[in-house]
């Protein structure tokens, strides 16, 4: 299928399948005339990337596990460093949320001195 069709069953627009094709996230073949090619395989990879970065993974992170994602959700085949890197991001994020809380805790602070 071209990257009209892969954008309207995935509601993704053109210029996002592009990135995520440049980050490594999507495999596309190039016909002769130069367009893009893509799979009906596509279709479940975009949802997987969409659904892995609404759960705050970067596009770096979900290139490593892509390849362990199993099903449009997705769920994993448990792959060799995957807990790991799954187990670093959780942690990362979970130290971005305890800076977050601090940062609120001291304008707030401001606030009620005001």
Request: a neutral charge; aromatic letters at 8%.
């Amino acid at each position: 299928m071209l990257i009209g069709e892969l954008s309207r069953r995935t509601g993704v627009p053109q210029r996002l399948l592009r990135y995520y094709e440049e980050q490594g996230l999507l495999d596309v073949r190039r016909g002769p005339n130069g367009y893009r090619h893509y799979g009906e395989d596509s279709v479940v990879s975009v949802r997987q990337v969409r659904a892995l970065l609404r759960a705050g993974l970067s596009t770096e992170v979900i290139r490593s596990v892509l390849p362990c994602a199993r099903g449009e959700r997705p769920e994993f085949e448990w792959c060799a460093d995957l807990w790991d890197i799954l187990n670093g991001e959780l942690a990362a994020m979970d130290e971005r949320i305890d800076d977050l809380q601090r940062s609120r805790g001291a304008l707030a602070g401001y606030l009620t001195t005001s």
